[in-house]
């Protein structure tokens, strides 16, 4: 084999060896059982205290060694009064250290995987920890199962929220 056809076979392999490493980093992230856009099932959840939003979309997108977490929210404060739709968004990695959040009463939140199904989000306001979520995605990957226990200055609350792979 002369020196041109061996240059040539050696940049197919290389190309072929790139784009594999490419294809199964994106399958990775691809079989991360949480990303992806879940909707809430009402009829299924329970918040304690209510009421229940009216609607909640949540969409989680890799990014780096962690997740960007965009939550719509429509509330309606049962007065008659529209409240609209609030927007929360941050982006974290699953190492427990503090991340800013943006359009939460929050300040910061950390995660950390649990296991491959199972993620914990601590919130905190000035420094204290006064929120934890449990995230739980079914064997299946079609139902997302978000358990709160947190504290604000209206007392203590939880929420049990089931949302839908959309």
């Given at each position: 084999m002369?020196?041109?056809?061996?240059?040539?076979?050696?940049?197919s392999?290389?190309a072929?060896?790139?784009?594999?490493?490419?294809?199964?980093?994106?399958?990775?992230?691809?079989?991360?059982?949480?990303?992806?856009?879940?909707?809430l099932?009402?009829?299924?959840?329970?918040?304690?205290?209510?009421?229940?939003?009216v609607?909640?979309?949540?969409?989680f997108?890799?990014?780096?060694?962690?997740?960007r977490?965009?939550i719509?929210?429509?509330?309606?404060?049962?007065?008659?009064?529209d409240?609209?739709?609030?927007?929360?968004?941050?982006?974290?990695?699953?190492?427990?250290k503090?991340?800013?959040?943006?359009g939460?009463?929050?300040d910061?939140?950390?995660l950390?995987?649990?296991n491959?199904?199972?993620?914990?989000?601590?919130?905190?306001v000035?420094?204290?920890?006064?929120?934890?979520?449990?995230?739980n995605?079914?064997?299946?990957g079609?139902?997302l199962?978000?358990?709160t226990?947190g504290?604000n200055?209206?007392?203590?609350?939880?929420?049990?929220?089931?949302?839908?792979?959309?």
């Amino acid at each position: 084999m002369n020196t041109t056809a061996r240059r040539a076979s050696l940049a197919s392999a290389i190309a072929v060896t790139l784009i594999a490493l490419a294809g199964s980093a994106a399958f990775a992230q691809a079989r991360d059982p949480l990303m992806g856009t879940w909707k809430l099932n009402r009829a299924k959840s329970s918040f304690n205290p209510g009421p229940a939003p009216v609607s909640r979309t949540m969409k989680f997108e890799p990014a780096g060694d962690g997740v960007r977490h965009h939550i719509e929210t429509y509330v309606n404060n049962g007065s008659g009064t529209d409240e609209g739709v609030h927007i929360t968004q941050y982006t974290a990695a699953f190492d427990g250290k503090d991340n800013a959040i943006h359009g939460s009463a929050l300040d910061t939140v950390s995660l950390k995987r649990l296991n491959p199904r199972s993620i914990e989000r601590t919130g905190k306001v000035a420094g204290a920890a006064i929120e934890t979520q449990t995230w739980n995605v079914s064997a299946d990957g079609k139902v997302l199962t978000v358990t709160t226990r947190g504290s604000n200055d209206d007392g203590d609350y939880s929420r049990v929220e089931v949302f839908e792979r959309q």
